[in-house]
């Protein structure tokens, strides 16, 4: 396990970022919180974009530290950002040759191309791309770059879903054959518990908590600083199998959630996370829905926010979360210990 050590200080106007902690990295390491909180200039400072005091070193090498500075192109450090930063005048196989030209990997370049499905692509100019196929071509060129490091920022936020679904499948793909930690900073927390292997959390500049995501995660949750987080849950459930009809069936103690997204072979472990804003609540079981799941529960409290209410619930023991109004709390006559029926718009799967 490779570690980064961060005994930095950085001040910019009003805003301090301010990190003393030694992280291991393995898989996917998701630098998580508000906007504000730091995420992307310290992905700045470790890329070698921004210089700041104190000391910067990664697996044993200083990069930052005094008079001592590694520059970013000798850092072997891979960034994808929101916005992919392609050759314009370069061509899709012009840009993955770049890379994997500078990195000594020429021989890889036919693997990358089929590992994110750019064969139709590769005679294309950058410009002419759509955001789902250029981050794809951003992918490949960090991965041809030959990096001991990949740094995302947001590589998500300008896709629309069904290109986020894509390009979510191949991050994990890297995230699990490429064996590179990856650093992935990001505010949605579903896109965190889908990924993430172990979460830094910031807030105005400093580190609140690192760990496991779920564990760091739920944390968040249960403290309900929801600055830091949409409001939710995070739960445990293993495959059992698909139906007839091809959904995913997902066992946990609250009973079965079916899912049209696959989520691995029978057996598996995975973390599904719940949104508060996708939970419905209704006091007798519902009929003539589209919903697939609905789960019976009971309320273990209110918490009254403005016009709205945050619900706590308990599926067979697993806590769950509901965000609904007070006028539709006192419509059902919702009180702690009431039954009712959660009803679940979506669930977002994250392979344990």
């Not at 310290?42 to 005094?66: C, E």
């Not at 072979?265 to 919903?291: H, N, W, Y």
Request: contains cysteine.
């Amino acid at each position: 396990m490779t570690t980064l050590n961060l005994r930095i200080s950085l001040t910019q106007g009003d805003f301090t970022l301010e990190l003393d902690r030694a992280l291991p990295l393995s898989g996917l390491t998701a630098v998580f919180g508000p906007s504000g909180s730091g995420k992307s200039t310290l992905l700045r400072v470790i890329a070698g974009f921004q210089r700041a005091g104190g000391r910067l070193a990664y697996a044993g090498t200083v990069w930052d530290q005094g008079r001592q500075f590694v520059p970013p192109h000798k850092r072997r450090v891979a960034t994808v950002f929101q916005q992919p930063r392609l050759f314009a005048h370069l061509d899709v196989a012009g840009n993955l040759e770049y890379a994997a030209r500078r990195s000594g990997q020429m021989a890889a370049v036919a693997a990358a191309v089929d590992r994110f499905d750019l064969g139709s692509l590769l005679g294309r100019r950058t410009t002419a791309l759509s955001g789902g196929e250029a981050q794809r071509v951003a992918l490949a060129r960090a991965l041809l770059s030959g990096p001991q490091i990949i740094l995302m920022d947001e590589p998500l936020s300008a896709l629309d879903q069904k290109r986020r679904a894509t390009i979510l499948t191949q991050i994990e793909n890297l995230r699990d054959d490429a064996k590179i930690p990856i650093l992935y900073v990001s505010h949605d927390t579903a896109e965190v518990a889908r990924l993430a292997t172990n979460v830094l959390s910031l807030s105005e500049g400093r580190a609140i908590g690192f760990g496991p995501a779920t564990e760091i995660l739920n944390a968040a949750i249960a403290s309900r600083d929801f600055s830091a987080t949409e409001p939710g849950c995070l739960i445990s459930a293993r495959v059992c199998g698909m139906t007839a009809d091809g959904l995913c069936r997902l066992e946990f103690p609250g009973g079965t959630i079916l899912s049209p997204e696959p989520a691995g072979r029978t057996g598996a472990d995975v973390r599904l996370f719940i949104r508060a804003r996708d939970v419905i609540v209704a006091r007798q079981r519902p009929t003539g829905l589209s919903a697939l799941n609905i789960l019976p529960a009971i309320v273990t409290g209110i918490d009254a926010r403005g016009v709205s209410a945050d619900l706590a619930l308990s599926c067979g023991g697993v806590p769950l979360r509901a965000r609904i109004t007070q006028r539709s709390v006192a419509a059902l006559g919702l009180e702690a210990r009431s039954p009712c029926f959660a009803i679940l718009k979506t669930v977002a799967l994250a392979q344990n």
